[in-house]
């Protein structure tokens, strides 16, 4: 697969205390996870800075709501607002310019929202009279519909970058592409966003998200990124200005991703995430690397636009 290009403006500073130069994943055999230095876009920061900083998103945590904020710095019109579909709940939080005014933040947020929903009723695996499934049944092609296309041909690329362990024909019913339908929503709800003028944004779906630009504050988006078990642990901050966090693992749901090559429920990982520029392509090397376990740090070697936060063993 041809990775995306690095995106401009790379800010990388600092590294968290105590971890290693060039790790690319932290594992949890006995000794405290190690943490990756090297995502375009995104600063690792010291937890001690955020004990006058709020985080503005938290992940990993079982309250996944946005931390709230007073602070609202220029000629900002700030939204949140969160939808629920069949396959997942997503939570919008809009920094949109004041030209755009009221009325049109409020027309970029529902065609975003539609986007989402539209999406969740096409291509949900779980609806019978869906694109994917009547792909299963032989009824249309891959071809019928273009966003059907795009959306087979990135499972395609992802099952090739990921040496088969992501692989949305090898799931029991057939061809599944849930392991990134979730980040592929997302992305494109996104872009209705920066189509409409809006370029400052989050939007989370469970442990995944998307940023750009800025938070209400006028700086960076801060994420603090939980550990996946152990709640005593200082969470991993970030700030970041573009990019995605993909994680597989923390849903609670046991044996929701399947390995491939057996067909039995991966058991190696409690939880994987991965951090990169499109979170389509994140979530599914998450969903990948929870399936394949240690094989799968492979994948992301020194200069590739993704990078592991951490795999956590079970």
């Known amino acids: 697969m041809t990775r995306p290009s690095p995106l401009p403006s790379v800010s990388v500073t600092g590294r968290r205390p105590g971890c290693a130069r060039d790790e690319a994943v932290g594992t949890e055999e006995g000794t405290e996870a190690m943490w990756t230095d090297e995502q375009p876009r995104t600063r690792w920061v010291d937890p001690a800075v955020f004990r006058f900083r709020r985080p503005d998103l938290r992940l990993g945590t ?11 710095v220029g000629d900002r019109i700030t939204v949140r607002h969160t939808v629920r579909t069949s396959t997942g709940s997503y939570t919008l939080l809009l920094n949109a310019p004041e030209w755009l005014g009221r009325r049109g933040t409020g027309a970029a947020l529902r065609d975003a929202v539609a986007e989402l929903r539209a999406i969740d009723l096409t291509y949900g695996p779980n609806r019978p009279e869906s694109l994917v499934s009547r792909l299963r049944r032989g009824e249309i092609s891959a071809e019928s519909y273009p966003p059907l296309t795009e959306l087979v041909d990135r499972c395609a690329a992802m099952r090739a970058a990921t040496d088969g362990w992501f692989d949305a024909w090898a799931v029991p019913g057939g061809f599944d592409p849930g392991g990134l339908l979730g980040g592929w929503a997302v992305e494109r709800a996104a872009a209705r966003l920066r189509d409409a003028g809006i370029h400052d944004y989050a939007v989370l779906t ?16 801060r994420i603090a990124v939980h550990h996946p078990t152990d709640r005593s642990r200082a969470p991993l901050m970030l700030d970041m200005t573009a990019g995605a966090v993909g994680t597989s693992g923390v849903t609670g749901r046991h044996g929701h991703v399947v390995d491939p090559h057996t067909g039995e429920p991966a058991r190696q990982l409690v939880a994987a995430t991965v951090v990169g520029p499109d979170l389509t392509v994140a979530d599914a090397y998450a969903t990948a690397l929870y399936a394949a376990g240690p094989a799968g740090l492979a994948w992301f070697r020194p200069g590739s636009d993704y990078r592991v936060l951490f795999a956590a063993p079970r």
Not at 62 to 72: G, H, I, K, N, S
């Open 206 to 221: 469970g442990a995944d998200l998307v940023v750009r630009g800025q938070a209400a504050h006028g700086g960076p988006w």
């Open 62 to 72: 079982q309250e996944r709501r946005p931390d709230r904020t007073d602070l609202v």
